[in-house]
């Protein structure tokens, strides 16, 4: 019986154990942490107070900056006179591009006009579409109704996820993809 009895008390003496091991772990705070921190808390400006738990708690050095950091204000000078390579920009947010990069680029067209220079049908149906401009356009559906004559004026916008419409005088549209 005497066997058992320790047994119902062995969680207790782990816990006991983890406990005393867990404040010896660094990054724990101690009584003696809680105290530095209650003072600076009691503190009324906040600079005072900032400058306070700074020194109290100072931060470990780093190896390296994080990637997400903003750019030091040296190198922001020297952005401002040079636009951010795409190479440099590759793989940010929108939010990180446009805090290394000084002037945004402009909105891309929301669509083009131009004058139909030649019409050809493709084996597959498709219309090769060139235009004034040496643009050549593919359609990638085919609609009967689309019918296009050389000279014919065209508009050709964005349309959802990346893609374009075609739009004839007739004001039929068809969706198309830019081959040159």
Same mark, same amino acid.
């Given at each position: 019986?005497? /066997?058992?009895?320790?047994?119902? /008390?062995?969680?207790?003496?782990?816990?006991?154990? =983890?406990?005393?091991?867990?404040?010896?772990?660094?990054?724990?705070?101690?009584?003696?942490?809680?105290?530095?921190?209650?003072?600076?808390?009691?503190?009324?400006?906040?600079?005072?107070?900032?400058?306070?738990? !700074?020194?109290? =708690?100072?931060?470990?050095?780093?190896?390296?900056?994080? /990637?997400?950091?903003?750019?030091?204000?040296?190198?922001?000078?020297?952005?401002?006179?040079?636009?951010?390579?795409?190479?440099?920009?590759?793989?940010?947010?929108?939010?990180?591009? !446009?805090?290394?990069?000084?002037?945004?680029?402009?909105?891309?067209?929301?669509?083009?006009?131009?004058?139909?220079?030649?019409?050809?049908?493709?084996?597959?149906?498709?219309?090769?579409?060139?235009?004034?401009? !040496?643009?050549?356009?593919?359609?990638?559906?085919?609609?009967?109704?689309?019918?296009?004559?050389?000279?014919?004026?065209?508009?050709?916008?964005?349309?959802?996820?990346?893609? =374009?419409?075609?739009?004839?005088?007739?004001?039929?549209?068809?969706?198309?993809?830019?081959?040159?």
């Amino acid at each position: 019986m005497g /066997h058992t009895v320790r047994l119902a /008390h062995l969680p207790l003496a782990l816990a006991a154990v =983890f406990i005393s091991l867990g404040s010896m772990v660094p990054g724990r705070t101690s009584a003696a942490d809680q105290s530095k921190g209650a003072q600076c808390a009691a503190l009324d400006d906040p600079a005072a107070r900032l400058a306070c738990f !700074d020194a109290a =708690f100072p931060r470990p050095p780093r190896a390296a900056p994080p /990637h997400t950091m903003p750019p030091n204000p040296a190198k922001a000078a020297v952005a401002t006179e040079e636009p951010a390579s795409d190479a440099r920009k590759f793989g940010l947010s929108d939010a990180q591009k !446009d805090a290394i990069d000084p002037k945004p680029a402009p909105p891309p067209l929301a669509a083009t006009t131009a004058a139909v220079k030649t019409v050809r049908q493709l084996p597959s149906g498709y219309l090769l579409i060139g235009l004034d401009n !040496d643009q050549v356009w593919q359609q990638t559906e085919i609609d009967p109704n689309v019918r296009l004559q050389p000279g014919d004026r065209v508009t050709i916008r964005r349309a959802s996820l990346g893609s =374009f419409l075609l739009v004839t005088p007739a004001h039929f549209s068809t969706r198309v993809r830019r081959l040159q």
